[in-house]
């Protein structure tokens, strides 16, 4: 994809507080847990269903749910629509949770010599829930429509044309070489053939070849997701999954520890040791596929000079301000991508040294007294901007922090409206094509940024069908971007995620996205 943009990505649930106010935030919460400890003593045993003793749970997340299209270009790529779209809908392959790529709908696929044309053959007998047969026609028409919506994620497959040649087999083609198409395919979701344009009224309740299928949807607040009786891997052991968007913090840890909710992720690291505490609860900490990035807009006068983009850099004590805020959750990143991510190449960490930082901006001419645009959106992110931004101000660099909502922020971060832009990206496909290669080319035009020498290397990464030629090749284009300063790459995230025990068959996922349709309630 499209990298989740959590901005999927895409750390969810962080923190919500500012520096200054962090004791008397963590006070608060700390009296909302213990309140539901005195109250409860332990979770329920109805995973949020109330003592009905159905096999139900309920998972609260930050993000709403407001779309369940995820070829929609308002809102597919988003991690709400993402995470209920897996559930409710097969694609060719997907991507375990160890970066490997497994079937789903093809049961095998072959490529040509030169990676520019894959083969799928299709799994027999696939169902939709509505008990329609699932064919190679609606595979190639669901590709189609993703290309002609143009979302997010249709930029991973510019040209690319899909065919049935049999019932039972589709082939891709690609107007170059493509080692990543695999992985790009993972969020690539298919729909029956009927379907044609956003078509809202489908997505109200759709018909899809997932483990579940829609029960109820209510983009104000709540998913609620039933068995899919056709699924071709067997009817899920859950009868009812239900995503809650639950914005606050307290209201999320205590859901947790009182029942209401059975599964969170994004813990913030000042809450771990109290969850790790509950005996009712399994907690883990996982690396993730996301890093804190923080692009210059180098389209500006201000930041086209590489030497300006990496004095700001070095201008912020990013170490410390991941210390204070992610002790246990961030790490300092030395790459533009996430180590478990395909073409993952260390570089060299930028040392704090706001004393050289200065002196190269005076030397660069850079104008102190013209303010810097700093966008972000959700106010999870807002302690680590705000510490970026009095860093900077320091040594005399001027910010404009600009906390936006989602729409406005996609919009502008699209229309280059911003000089520095944060996100926490991540990326679903495991692999850098998704991330490097798609965002990075003066094609994309995404970050002002343009680097024949690049593009080049990019290309070659992406056409060279050997793993380890292209994490070589991946690690020369992360050098560029990194020495260039194209941005600044601060954190690589872990994801903190904590279940109740009776859940079994659960597995956190690095990307975010875990995948409920192995997951089952114990009778205990």
Same mark, same amino acid.
């Given at each position: 994809m499209t990298p989740?943009?959590?901005?999927?990505?895409?750390?969810?649930?962080?923190?919500t507080?500012s520096p200054?106010?962090?004791?008397?935030w963590r006070a608060?919460v700390?009296?909302?847990l213990?309140?539901?400890l005195?109250?409860t003593?332990?979770?329920?045993?109805?995973?949020?269903?109330?003592?009905?003793?159905?096999?139900?749970?309920?998972?609260?997340?930050?993000?709403?749910i407001?779309n369940?299209?995820?070829?929609?270009?308002?809102?597919g790529?988003?991690?709400?629509?993402q995470?209920?779209?897996q559930?409710l809908?097969?694609?060719?392959?997907?991507v375990?949770p160890?970066?490997t790529v497994?079937?789903?709908?093809a049961?095998e696929w072959?490529?040509?010599?030169?990676?520019?044309?894959y083969t799928?053959t299709?799994?027999k007998?696939?169902?939709?829930s509505?008990?329609?047969p699932?064919?190679?026609?609606d595979?190639?028409?669901?590709?189609?429509?993703?290309?002609d919506l143009?979302?997010?994620n249709?930029a991973?497959?510019?040209d690319?044309?899909m065919?049935?040649?049999?019932?039972?087999?589709?082939?891709?083609?690609?107007?170059?070489?493509d080692?990543?198409?695999l992985r790009k395919l993972?969020? %690539?979701y298919?729909i029956p053939?009927?379907?044609?344009?956003?078509?809202p009224? %489908?997505?109200k309740s759709?018909v899809g070849?997932g483990p579940?299928?829609?029960?109820?949807?209510?983009?104000?607040?709540?998913?609620a997701l039933?068995?899919n009786a056709?699924y071709?891997a067997?009817?899920?052991?859950?009868d009812r999954v239900? %995503?809650?968007?639950m914005?606050?913090l307290?209201?999320?840890?205590?859901?947790?520890r009182?029942?209401?909710?059975?599964?969170?992720w994004?813990i913030?690291?000042?809450q771990?040791s109290?969850?790790?505490?509950?005996s009712?609860?399994?907690?883990?900490t996982?690396?993730?596929t996301?890093v804190?990035?923080?692009w210059?807009?180098s389209s500006?006068?201000a930041?086209?000079?590489a030497?300006?983009?990496?004095?700001?850099w070095q201008?912020v004590?990013?170490?410390?301000?991941?210390k204070q805020l992610?002790?246990e959750?961030?790490s300092l990143?030395d790459s533009?991508?996430s180590?478990v991510?395909?073409?993952?190449?260390?570089?060299?960490?930028v040392?704090?040294?706001?004393?050289?930082?200065k002196?190269a901006?005076?030397a660069?001419?850079?104008d102190?007294g013209?303010?810097?645009r700093?966008?972000?959106?959700?106010?999870e992110f807002?302690?680590?901007?705000?510490?970026?931004?009095?860093?900077l101000?320091?040594?005399?660099?001027?910010?404009d922090?600009?906390?936006?909502?989602?729409?406005?922020?996609?919009?502008d971060l699209?229309?280059l409206?911003?000089?520095?832009?944060?996100?926490?990206?991540?990326n679903?496909?495991?692999?850098?094509?998704?991330?490097?290669?798609?965002?990075?080319?003066?094609?994309?035009?995404?970050?002002?940024y343009c680097n024949?020498e690049?593009?080049?290397l990019?290309?070659?990464a992406?056409?060279?069908p050997?793993e380890k030629?292209?994490?070589?090749?991946?690690?020369?284009a992360?050098?560029?971007?990194w020495?260039?300063?194209?941005?600044?790459?601060p954190?690589a995230?872990?994801?903190?995620?904590a279940?109740?025990?009776?859940?079994?068959? %659960?597995?956190?996922?690095?990307a975010?996205l875990?995948?409920?349709a192995?997951?089952?309630?114990?009778?205990?």
């Open positions: 989740i943009v959590r901005t999927s990505a895409d750390r969810k649930d962080v923190m507080r200054a106010s962090g004791k008397a608060a700390g009296l909302a213990a309140a539901a005195a109250l003593g332990c979770s329920t045993t109805s995973g949020g269903g109330g003592g009905s003793g159905k096999s139900e749970i309920t998972v609260a997340g930050t993000y709403p407001q369940l299209d995820p070829a929609s270009p308002s809102g790529s988003n991690t709400g629509t995470l209920v779209a559930e809908f097969s694609r060719l392959v997907r375990r160890d970066g497994e079937g789903d709908l049961t072959k490529a040509n010599a030169t990676a520019s044309e799928f299709l799994r007998d696939v169902k939709f509505d008990g329609s699932l064919t190679a026609d595979v190639v028409a669901s590709f189609k429509r993703l290309l143009k979302s997010t249709a991973n497959f510019t690319y044309t065919t049935a040649p049999s019932p039972d087999q589709v082939v891709l083609k690609a107007t170059k070489p080692a990543a198409i993972s969020i %690539f298919v053939a009927k379907v044609t344009g956003e078509d009224d %489908f997505f759709p070849s579940f299928k829609l029960e109820k949807f209510d983009p104000s607040g709540s998913v039933v068995p056709n071709y067997g009817v899920p052991k859950l239900t %995503f809650r968007t914005p606050e307290a209201a999320r840890m205590t859901a947790l009182t029942g209401e909710a059975d599964l969170i994004g913030p690291d000042d771990l109290q969850v790790k505490s509950d009712n609860l399994t907690v883990e996982v690396q993730s996301a804190f990035t923080m210059f807009n500006e006068p930041l086209r000079d030497k300006v983009r990496r004095a700001l201008a004590d990013f170490p410390t301000i991941i992610y002790p959750t961030g990143a533009p991508v180590p991510t395909l073409g993952y190449v260390k570089q060299q960490p040392s704090y040294d706001p004393t050289a930082a002196a901006l005076t660069a001419g850079f102190f013209k303010k810097l700093l966008q972000f959106a959700n106010a807002r302690p680590f901007n705000q510490a970026i931004v009095s860093d101000q320091k040594i005399g660099v001027q910010v922090l600009l906390e936006k909502e989602q729409a406005v922020f996609t919009k699209l229309a409206n911003w000089d520095v832009n944060f996100q926490q990206l991540s679903p496909t495991y692999d850098a094509a998704n991330t490097l290669g798609r965002l990075y080319t003066c094609k994309a035009k995404r970050n002002g024949p690049l593009d080049k990019l290309a070659a992406a056409a060279s050997d030629e292209r994490t070589r090749l991946y690690g020369e992360s050098k560029i971007i020495s260039d300063a194209v941005g600044m790459f954190m995230v872990k994801y903190a995620y279940w109740n025990k009776r859940l079994t068959g %659960f597995t956190p996922d690095p975010g875990p995948d409920l192995k997951v089952q309630v114990s009778s205990s």
